[in-house]
């Protein structure tokens, strides 16, 4: 009977645990995770003027899901949030064939009088 007793009494309910967030901003580490890197290309520059801001994406993140990410990493409203799937080319290097890896885009569309610098940093 006391072996009952003691196996009843180990059993506790799982702690939560708590969301990982940055210490500087307060911004969940995920959304890191979501928001990968800004695309600086010729294209993307000459779709800043319609104010647009390009992102390389998680594979798996929603549209969202990347909307909440830029809105809490970089304070700004986004209007809208378009996506694009880029297969990997295969290329070969001295001999060597090889391929690149897949690529998500996310083409954000800011709110008027929204902007996101890139050289300067957010807002």
Wanted: without cysteine; proline residues 2%.
């Amino acid at each position: 009977m006391n072996a009952a007793l003691k196996k009843a009494a180990v059993k506790k309910p799982a702690a939560k645990k708590a969301k990982a967030t940055t210490a500087a901003s307060g911004v969940k580490a995920s959304y890191y995770d979501i928001v990968r890197v800004p695309v600086i290309t010729e294209k993307s520059t000459a779709m800043s003027e319609q104010n647009k801001v390009v992102f390389k994406v998680s594979e798996k993140a929603s549209k969202d899901e990347i909307k909440a990410a830029v809105e809490a990493i970089f304070g700004v409203k986004v209007k809208k949030v378009n996506t694009l799937n880029r297969k990997g080319k295969a290329k070969g290097f001295r001999g060597t064939a090889g391929r690149q890896a897949d690529v998500k885009k996310a083409i954000i569309t800011l709110e008027a009088g929204q902007h996101i610098d890139m050289a300067a940093g957010a807002r």
